[in-house]
């Protein structure tokens, strides 16, 4: 049996879906263990290219069982049309979702949304797709289960109980809030809305622990990276939950996890969306992102482009426990004639500094060997150029544990294994 974690080095948008999708061929559950509808996890194979929400991108794998963990905030709509595309392209989904994890319901988008546009300036870069809202409820005990859904009279007290205590708040704060459905409307929505999927709302620790105890693989899929932890990353830019390896079993259903592998994802260069410090930004970025196709899969908004960030990848590949490095785009670096990498920080700064201490630092680079070639038909370390080899090489060195995958495209196939 193999237990391996997939998660993010950096800031998010690292490639984690392709990684997971090419691990999953051989896992008997793939598992999403947090996070909700503000992931975008992109997988190119066989069926198509999608984009995944709340689906771990092991779903096409047809003998494994996709579970979406009680450390989720599961969107209902939304995760009914997901389903719905991935079952349209050919794919059969064997579902199971925590009656623990958390309902993210449309009033949580809206008051997402209004918390932005409060801010204005000051804005946090939020998806808007309710994630805090939602995480906050629950921290607050007004939090509505998925389990719940299978006890309408329940879900309608617990509706209304949130409501009492929320609407008021948000009336005094938002002026521009307006909310007239009633517990006994929002309850119906849910049932029906869910209805696709409602038969598979379980308490996913029995699956999961029947297959561990058949010596089957298990794979974790986080969403984000360790730069947006709530904990470790870069506060107050981060998202609303633990994307680090060591949730992984809380998030999941197996408290217990000690997982073989963890696999931390980083691209080749930097990247970041929504709002942070990006310190190897580059001063022209808009040819390379859009060579590199560099958007946000949930917002579509361009992300910020920089150099290898080798300080902040090294401290991403450390608060992961991370065994082995992933490291996707590869290709993207053909042809740029400034190659280089940040291997440390200019100013007075700790290990992994706080904000507002990062905004002040600046990178301190060591030049790096191009490379012309395209090497989106390599399949081994040494059919790379040269200068490719070394990259990869020096990234490995800097990050004190092996680079084991290498992608250099996005269709599954284009993956070099070390």
């Known amino acids: 049996m193999s237990s391996i974690v997939v998660v993010g080095a950096n800031w ?93 319901l449309p009033i949580h988008a809206v008051e997402d949304t209004l918390e932005e546009e409060r801010l204005g300036d000051g804005a946090y870069g939020s998806t808007r797709q309710g994630i805090a809202p939602a995480y906050g409820d629950r921290v607050m005990k007004k939090g509505i289960l998925v389990g ?72 974790f899929e986080a969403q984000l990276g360790a730069g947006r932890d709530l904990v470790y990353g870069e506060y107050p830019w981060t998202t609303s939950s633990n994307v680090t390896a060591a949730y992984a079993g809380l998030g999941s259903g197996l408290p217990a996890l000690r997982p073989e592998r963890v696999i931390a994802v980083a691209k080749s260069f930097s990247s970041s969306v929504g709002t942070g410090t990006l310190i190897t930004a580059m001063e022209e970025q808009d040819s390379f992102r859009e060579a590199a196709n560099e958007y946000g899969a949930v917002t579509g908004r361009p992300r910020d482009m920089g150099y290898f960030d080798a300080v902040a990848t090294r401290n991403g590949v450390e608060l992961q426990a991370a065994t082995e490095v992933a490291l996707t785009k590869l290709d993207c670096l053909s042809g740029m004639q400034d190659l280089k990498i940040c291997i440390d920080y200019q100013g007075d700064h700790s290990e992994n500094p706080i904000w507002p201490q990062t905004s002040a630092l600046a990178p301190v680079y060591e030049q790096m060997e191009g490379w012309s070639e395209d090497i989106t038909a390599c399949r081994t370390f040494e059919s790379l150029p040269l200068a490719a080899q070394k990259y990869v090489q020096r990234v490995e060195e800097l990050m004190g544990v092996p680079v084991k995958m290498i992608s250099v495209g996005p269709e599954r196939a284009q993956m070099i294994l070390r």
């Open 148 to 219: 719940w859904l299978k006890q309408p009279e329940v879900l309608r007290e617990r509706i209304q109980f949130m409501l009492d205590w929320k609407l008021p708040q948000l009336k005094a704060l938002y002026p521009s809030f307006e909310f007239s459905q009633t517990a006994e409307e929002m309850t119906a929505w849910l049932l029906e809305v869910s209805a696709p999927w409602r038969d598979a709302i379980c308490n996913v620790s029995e699956p999961l622990k029947a297959l561990q105890a058949k010596d089957e693989n298990l794979l």
């Open 12 to 104: 998010g948008d690292e490639g984690k879906g392709r990684i997971v999708d090419y691990l999953a061929d051989s896992a008997a559950a793939s598992i999403r263990f947090q996070g909700g509808n503000n992931a975008g996890h992109t997988v190119v194979n066989d069926f198509g290219t999608f984009k995944l929400h709340q689906l771990p991108s092991g779903v096409f794998n047809p003998g494994c069982l996709a579970v979406l963990g009680p450390g989720m905030v599961i969107s209902p709509a939304p995760l009914s049309e997901e389903i719905a595309e991935v079952k349209a392209a050919g794919v059969n989904v064997n579902l199971c979702i925590s009656d623990r994890a958390t309902l993210c």
